[in-house]
């Protein structure tokens, strides 16, 4: 749609790092001591970005505008993830429900300014999710999608992926299928 560059967009809170759970519900952490990387994306990333994949954040984090949060611990989480993880940028939404913005998932607006800014190509890449508005901002940008299926306790209303695993570390299995080593 806007250039010939792939991406993989990445969820922050259940796919770069571990979502708190709380009464089967996913939380992101609250601070930076919180913040514990997935073995499964330390693993896959890397092999991403080596086979030409440019990897991009993508992340709600209405707790900001709730007054739950405040912006500079999520930038905080953000930078700890940029300095540990091979991500080109992590694009941020801090509004809630109520604001109608463009760019809080399910609407794609994130993926389609990050798109826009390093010329992506959006037919020729992927969004990667643990929940079911990841998907439906994937779907309404026209990547392909990975829903990570964690069985939180949600009753979401899911667009069909079209992948779903158990692990991040599987990611590769679906982008790079013939992989060698």
Known sequence: M??????????????LNKAIIRDGKPYPPASLNEVVILPGARFALPILKREGFSLVG????????????NREVVESINNHL?????????FVCYHDN?????????????????????????????????RSKDIEAGKQAGCKTIFINYQYDE???????????????????????????
């Open 2 to 15: 806007f250039g010939k560059n792939r991406a993989v967009f990445l969820d922050r809170d259940g796919v």
């Open 82 to 90: 940029l300095s540990q993880l091979p991500i080109l940028e992590i």
């Open 58 to 69: 993508v992340t709600n984090q209405p707790d900001v505008a709730r007054g739950k949060q």
């Open 155 to 181: 009753n979401p209303t899911i667009l069909e992926p079209d992948y779903s695993i158990n692990d991040v570390s599987k990611i590769i299995d679906i982008i790079i299928p013939n992989r060698r080593g």
């Open 98 to 130: 109520k604001d109608n913005c463009d760019c809080r998932k399910p609407k794609p607006g994130l993926l389609l300014k990050a798109a826009k800014k390093y010329g992506f190509d959006l037919a020729q890449s992927y969004m990667i999710g643990d």
